[in-house]
């Protein structure tokens, strides 16, 4: 089946650190990739969706230059988290799909703690 | 307004027992899909089935059936046989314009139904 590879799976660190995410689909060309948020017990919020070669869209309320997106190419998409603080700390998600009705594959997610 | 809705936080299930996860959804596009996704204590997300809304057939994947019921807008999970590694978080998500229509393919997810399942 299809593999979406996300990397890292953790990252602990400073308040003020600049955090980048990777998003690779690895047997597919992802056309949309997406990026979740998810706090403990709750649901997936959709962040902003990516495609490729073009700028990232992103869901009302979320800030575009605290939480920037590359989509560079159909294999990778990057989130950077940007001079994060603690309130940033939460579980990040990515998924990509193909085509237009394909289904969504999700990567492992990273975890985000920032003290 | 919730698109999807789950409204059983929590369910228990006995183990080689069937058990129906719900799951409500607004739309007013005629072209759309439902999804349900695990999501383990780990973290990772696993796709589990997808049905179109001009699907005639419900889905069934291996022990997972969807019952898919367009008039009241439902589309329930059924588990049969349930194991121990069903023990999860449960999604129901929903992407309108499936089918040729021209969205991007957001997920909207529902808030999640967690299920343990009991030796």
């Known amino acids: 089946g299809a593999v979406v590879s996300q990397h890292p799976s953790r990252v602990i660190c400073k308040s003020g650190t600049s955090v980048k995410i990777e998003c690779r689909s690895l047997?597919?060309?992802?056309?949309?990739m997406f990026w979740y948020r998810q706090f403990p017990k709750q649901s997936l919020m959709l962040m902003a969706t990516s495609n490729e070669g073009s700028k990232a869209t992103y869901e009302q309320g979320v800030e575009k230059d605290k939480f920037l997106i590359n989509h560079a190419s159909l294999t990778l998409s990057t989130l950077t988290v940007t001079s994060a603080h603690p309130e940033d700390s939460s579980f990040y998600i990515c998924?990509?799909?193909?085509?237009?009705?394909?289904?969504?594959?999700f990567g492992d997610g990273t975890r985000l703690s920032i003290l | 307004a919730q698109k999807i809705t789950q409204t059983q936080p929590g369910m228990f299930v006995q183990e080689k027992e069937a058990v129906t996860l719900d799951c409500t959804y607004d739309t007013s596009d005629q072209s759309y899909g439902l999804f349900w996704y695990k999501q383990p204590s780990s973290g990772e997300m696993i796709f589990l089935i997808y049905?179109?809304?001009?699907?005639?057939q419900n889905a069934t994947e291996g022990r997972y059936s969807l019952n898919f019921q367009k008039a009241r807008k439902s589309a329930n999970l059924v588990i049969s046989a349930s194991q121990l590694g069903d023990s999860a978080m449960y999604f129901c998500?929903?992407?309108?314009?499936?089918?040729?229509?021209?969205?991007?393919?957001?997920?909207?997810f529902g808030q999640g139904t967690i299920l343990t399942v009991h030796p």
């Open positions: 049905q179109g809304s001009y699907d005639e």
């Open positions: 998924s990509a799909r193909g085509g237009h009705n394909q289904p969504q594959h």
């Open positions: 047997d597919f060309q992802a056309t949309t």
């Open positions: 998500a929903m992407r309108e314009g499936d089918a040729g229509g021209t969205s991007y393919g957001k997920l909207t």
